[in-house]
């Protein structure tokens, strides 16, 4: 029973997995990886300040304003991706010179989001990271 479940598991994981990484190669390699750093910045941000919390707080405080950059950061990549995604997208679109099916504009505008919902999810860790950190520390 518990080796159906770990094939179970395997399955899930690796489809979960798989799509993941479509979506971030879909919203376009550059941006995505800036905005990935961000996030994996944030998180290191916030676990080092977990850790000084009690050893030194003052490095705690400020490691709130690290993470707070971080998400900002993030957040805002991701509309910079998606700007030059979409002005790349018309680009085309005007240098078609014909009418657009429908399914090709959806597929582009779809593709642009990707990197405005990824920095939107940076920027949401990093706030909820903030807030713990705040409750903690008072």
Known sequence: ??????????IVTGLVGTTLLNRFLEGGALFMSLILICLLL???????????ISSN??????MLKHVNDCGVL???LGFIGAFIGLI??????EASGGP???SILAGGLKIALLSPLFGLFTYAISRLGILILRVIQK
């Open 100 to 102: 657009v099916a429908p």
């Open 88 to 93: 790349g997208a018309f680009d085309a679109i």
């Open 1 to 10: 029973m518990k080796l159906k479940t770990f094939r179970i598991m395997a």
């Open 42 to 52: 944030s998180i290191y941000f916030i676990a080092r300040g977990f850790f000084s």
């Open 57 to 62: 707080p003052e490095v705690s405080r400020k």
């Open 74 to 76: 993030g957040m805002t």
